[in-house]
């Protein structure tokens, strides 16, 4: 089960423990920071809590995409709204990435940069068809964007000055895919042979290895699983206001039972800039199932 790591920043400043945090992660642990770690500015705060987006169940996320320089989902007719949406989420991108860059330093030259986004609905009690509801327990995976192997480093910011924002946890993904896995969940077989993955191209469907049709499966399966929901050892946790927290999502099964207002950025960390990259997913779940779960040829891509 999930531990969480407090992180003083008198520790994380310390070079000698570049590689004690990103350990932790692989381990499958949660790393928490009591107060935001990098200056992040009192009026960008004030901005963000003041937005309010439309009740369209389809826009979870307000989504800033640090590699172009986009952003997308912001439901507004205001120009200077927009404008200053997007810097203030383009500095909190970066001011992300750098503080991460040193926390996680044998991660840094290796990862892809991710969305960042602005989380402004409530948890609880969203109206949001089953699988993508964020209050039930779930491993991460991409159903738009195959992994093929690649971690998914997520790192949030409860930005709400009165509210906490309460997470449950259960095993992590070792575990469940023993569980589960090659029965509830199959293996699938094989890679996708050229041809298909050309024509999937061609029509514009994302092309998965195995690795990815599993864990999105898993995914689905445990959302719609009502008992695993209801009987599988839980542990709840609080990140008060001001908070921060970091975690490989496809590893820590989660669930995000209230809170509003938060902010996030993600990392695509590749399995081969991992420490223990025999504790990856991918890593356990091709011993489970004796097949190769990643397509080599899309590695390069």
Same mark, same amino acid.
């Given at each position: 089960m ?14 000698a423990?570049?590689?004690?945090y990103?350990?932790?992660l692989e ?12 200056a992040?500015p ?5 901005f ?31 120009p200077?709204?927009a404008?200053?949406m ?5 500095r909190?991108?970066r001011?992300a ?7 996680? =330093?044998?991660y840094?030259?290796?990862w892809k940069?991710?969305? =960042?986004s602005f ?23 991409f159903p738009?964007r195959?992994m ?6 997520r ?8 509210e906490p ?10 575990e469940?895919?023993?569980q589960?896995g ?9 890679v996708?042979?050229?041809w ?8 514009k ?15 689905n399966?445990?959302?719609?699983? =009502?008992?695993?929901q209801q009987?599988c050892?839980?542990?709840h946790w ?14 820590v ?5 209230s ?7 993600t990392?695509?960390?590749p399995?081969t800039?991992l420490l ?12 489970l199932?004796g ?8 590695l390069?891509?």
């Amino acid at each position: 089960m999930t531990q969480k790591i407090v992180v003083s920043a008198d520790e994380w400043k310390n070079p000698a423990n570049r590689n004690k945090y990103a350990g932790e992660l692989e381990a499958g642990n949660l790393l928490f920071f009591p107060q935001v770690p990098f200056a992040f500015p009192a009026e960008d705060i004030a901005f963000l809590l003041q937005q309010k987006q439309g009740s369209s169940s389809a826009r979870k996320n307000i989504a800033y995409k640090p590699v172009t320089d986009r952003i997308t989902n912001h439901e507004t007719k205001d120009p200077g709204a927009a404008e200053q949406m997007h810097q203030v989420l383009r500095r909190f991108s970066r001011k992300a990435i750098d503080f991460l860059s040193l926390l996680l =330093a044998p991660y840094a030259a290796h990862w892809k940069l991710d969305y =960042a986004s602005f989380r402004p609905f409530q948890e609880k009690g969203r109206d949001l068809r089953l699988r993508a509801r964020n209050d039930l327990l779930h491993v991460d995976a991409f159903p738009t964007r195959p992994m093929h192997g690649s971690r998914i480093l997520r790192f949030f910011v409860n930005i709400n000055p009165d509210e906490p924002r309460r997470w449950m946890t259960t095993h992590g993904l070792g575990e469940l895919a023993k569980q589960f896995g090659g029965r509830d969940v199959p293996f699938p077989d094989n890679v996708l042979p050229s041809w298909l993955k050309n024509l999937r191209r061609l029509l514009k469907l994302p092309v998965r290895s195995p690795y990815d049709t599993f864990m999105l499966e898993l995914h689905n399966f445990l959302k719609e699983n =009502a008992q695993f929901q209801q009987t599988c050892p839980k542990d709840h946790w609080e990140f008060p206001p001001g908070s921060c927290w970091a975690v490989f999502t496809d590893q820590v099964s989660h669930a995000a039972l209230s809170g509003q207002y938060a902010l996030e950025q993600t990392l695509i960390v590749p399995r081969t800039a991992l420490l223990k990259p025999e504790l990856s997913p991918v890593s356990v779940l091709e011993r489970l199932s004796g097949k190769t779960m990643v397509d080599a040829a899309e590695l390069v891509k």
